[in-house]
């Protein structure tokens, strides 16, 4: 089983729509959790840091289960510039290196 | 400006020749990081440093070293470059190892 492991998307999606991306980790012992954004070509970009009590930016909302060890993306009111792929992010504080999942990439069409 | 600076942006080389890929923060930040990217892979950690002469292995560290004599300076080096090195090369840095990290623009290698 991989470490960090996501929607395989793509997700085609119309403008304001909402979409919900999931991202299961599989150790247990994972500290911090983080949501990126790629666009193509580009390099990685901080979204939002996820918290366990859940937390917004906007039309952004993150949520950490750690129970059942998953963290999930709200995007609300999609706009065009949404289109991108996004990547979860977890850090083992003990071995202190990051785990990125593989992305989900979302396309918001017009 | 707070910024991740690598260079080269584009390299191609050949098979064995060494070569040295820069990455240098503004940030004073103390932890930095190498990954590579591949389709369908995803970003793999290659190596990490939590501070000055402290470097540590990451998922794919084969065939690649790396030194941390300057806070702000974070080289990757391929003494032998091989074909299956060829990737898209993102470094990056945070303040400390567990808060969010800041990329550079990244380096596409092709080795021949």
């Not at chain 1, 193509?40 to 930016?57: A, I, W």
């Not at chain 2, 190498?34 to 290659?46: A, C, E, M, V």
């Not at chain 2, 090195?85 to 990290?101: D, E, G």
Request: contains cysteine.
């Amino acid at each position: 089983r991989k470490e960090v492991e996501q929607d395989p998307g793509p997700f085609n999606v119309p403008e304001g729509a909402t979409v919900a991306f999931n991202c299961t980790y599989s150790n247990s012992a994972s500290q911090s959790f983080f949501w990126y954004r790629q666009d193509c070509r580009k390099e990685p970009k901080l979204l939002m840091s996820v918290y366990s009590s859940g937390n917004e930016d906007g039309r952004f909302t993150a949520q950490l289960n750690r129970a059942s060890q998953y963290i999930s993306l709200l995007i609300r009111d999609s706009k065009l510039s949404d289109s991108a792929t996004y990547l979860c992010v977890v850090n083992i504080l003990a071995g202190q290196n990051f785990v990125f999942g593989p992305g989900t990439r979302l396309s918001v069409l017009p | 400006e707070a910024q991740v600076t690598q260079n080269p942006r584009y390299l191609i080389t050949v098979t064995g020749k060494k070569l040295t890929v820069t990455c240098s923060q503004n940030m004073n930040h103390e932890y930095m990081s190498w990954y590579r990217q591949d389709p369908g892979l995803g970003l793999r950690q290659i190596y990490y440093s939590m501070n000055v002469e402290v470097t540590d292995k990451g998922d794919v560290p084969e065939g690649y070293k790396v030194s941390r004599k300057e806070k702000r300076n974070f080289p990757l080096i391929l003494e032998s470059p091989s074909p299956n090195q060829t990737s898209l090369y993102f470094c990056a840095s945070s303040p400390q190892a567990h808060q969010p990290q800041h990329f550079g623009d990244g380096t596409r290698l092709s080795i021949l």
